[in-house]
């Protein structure tokens, strides 16, 4: 067996990060396609040693293997799908204290924007606390909203519509 001595590369600067994020972006109909047989794999590839080309011809940094970008990419992919959870728990999370203060980095808003449900998960059809606003619902706000309350005894309120 034998052992090559491996130069550790620099970490990705913020400028990388972008151009990686932007490059993914133009591929995205292909990288975060689903499917996963033979064509579709193959053409994944193919598109990263794309992307890996682009990325390297662009950047004036080190050189970075398709291999190393997609990992960077799934790394910050995995960053905010965390980060998303964490913020989801906070939501439903009792029992007082500060609430959790989480910010996306940029590129992180990109992923999830890119990745969709597989970072944010799908909405619930049945059983949600989800407030829809539906044009039945502005028209009946606009009704109950001329109404007018008055305070009333032991801190009720009684609504006076006006005639």
């Known amino acids: 067996m034998s052992v090559e001595n491996k130069t550790r590369v620099p970490n990705f600067s913020k400028s990388e990060t972008e151009l990686l994020t932007s490059l993914v972006r133009q591929y995205s ?3 975060e396609n689903k ?3 033979m064509t579709n794999n193959q053409l994944k590839e193919q598109t990263w040693s794309k992307l890996a080309k682009e990325f390297n011809s662009l950047s004036s940094f080190v050189f970075r293997s398709d291999k190393t970008l997609r990992a960077k990419y799934d790394n910050i992919k995995k960053r905010a799908k ?3 959870s964490t ?3 906070s939501l439903y999370g009792t029992g007082g ?3 959790a203060e989480i910010n996306f980095s940029q590129e992180e808003e990109v992923v999830m924007e890119l990745s969709g ?3 944010m998960g799908l909405p619930s059809r049945n059983d949600c606390d989800e407030i829809v606003i539906t044009k039945e619902t502005k028209e009946k706000y606009a009704e109950t909203s001329q109404d007018t ?3 009333a005894k032991n801190n009720q309120n ?3 519509i006006p005639q």
Do not use: C, E, Q
Request: glycine share 4%; proline share 8%.
């Open 29 to 31: 109909h292909i990288l």
């Open 35 to 37: 499917k996963s047989d």
């Open 82 to 84: 965390t980060k998303y």
């Open 87 to 89: 913020f989801r728990r």
């Open 97 to 99: 204290g500060p609430s």
């Open 117 to 119: 449900t597989s970072v």
């Open 149 to 151: 309350a008055l305070p």
């Open 158 to 160: 009684i609504l006076n």
